[in-house]
């Protein structure tokens, strides 16, 4: 929902269009520059997270899915992050920051590295979790960003 209350309507293909399906959109695919849909494809926030909430009956012919494209409504979700646990709390904004660390191996990795999140931008934390085990000796603290 956006902040003026209206839904946001997008199209996927027909494999995502399924309610309570979630993703993220990375941004607009240059070959679709053309296309007379791509107002609607691509009126999504880049590096944001989606769940379909509604699946509607509008079908379109895509070229790039190869087939049809659903129209669907969506509403923005937090993504799964961490942030420093000194001065974390629940509804705070922060400037995003990407941990110097490349532990690829580490189980948290994909958490201090957040999805579609950008170094420098603004995110709240909707929620808090648990510590996390950090092995280059950082204290973070498992968080839901949005």
Known sequence: ????????????????????????????????????????CFNLEPG???????????????????????AVEVEKVSTPGAVPKKGAMEGVTITYSEPKCQEVSCPNYFRCHAVGKREGQKYTVTSLGKDLDCPIGEKLVAADLL
């Open 1 to 40: 929902i956006r902040g003026d209350g209206m839904a946001l309507i997008t199209l996927l293909s027909e494999p995502q269009a399924k309610v309570g399906g979630e993703f993220y959109f990375m941004g607009p695919l240059t070959d679709c520059k053309d296309c007379r849909l791509k107002g609607v």
């Open 48 to 70: 944001a997270r989606y769940r379909v909430v509604e699946v509607r009956n509008q079908r379109h012919a895509c070229e790039e899915c190869e087939g049809e494209v659903v």
